[in-house]
């Protein structure tokens, strides 16, 4: 069992920068994919990014290519999300999830966080 757990989300104006941490216990989570979801009030969760297990193939969802980035420190059991140019509607509570096989961007994933909440204010 893989416990996930989120931290660095908090109230930010609309152009400001956070960096989101998920954290794993699993001492093998360098051989899971990592994916970052998000939730908005009154709105379906979706896909926000994703790493592979090595780090070197990463995947964006259209809304945040070019002011998000993810990476992933395997020495440290955690996974990274530096968002950039925020704006008011990427508050939502963001999730990370860990799967070791299947699509990178669905939402399918075998284990989850608890969430973070953003809220980008204008």
């Known amino acids: 069992q893989v416990q996930l757990v989120e931290s660095g989300g908090r109230l930010v104006q609309v152009g400001g920068s956070l960096r989101l941490s998920c954290a794993a216990s699993?001492?093998?989570?360098?051989?899971?994919?990592v994916g970052w979801f998000r939730q908005a009030p009154g709105k379906e969760r979706e896909f926000v990014a994703a790493?592979?297990?090595?780090?070197?193939?990463?995947y964006y969802a259209d809304s945040v290519r070019g002011r998000f980035m993810i990476s992933r420190d395997n020495a440290k059991n955690t996974v990274y999300l530096q968002m950039n140019s925020l704006k008011p509607e990427d508050t939502a509570v963001y999730y990370c999830?860990?799967?070791?096989?299947?699509?990178?961007?669905?939402?399918?994933?075998?284990?989850w966080g608890q969430g973070t909440q953003v809220t980008v204010s204008s």
């Open positions: 699993e001492r093998t989570f360098s051989s899971f994919a």
């Open positions: 999830a860990a799967r070791k096989y299947g699509s990178a961007t669905h939402d399918d994933y075998d284990y």
């Open positions: 790493v592979r297990s090595s780090g070197v193939a990463t």
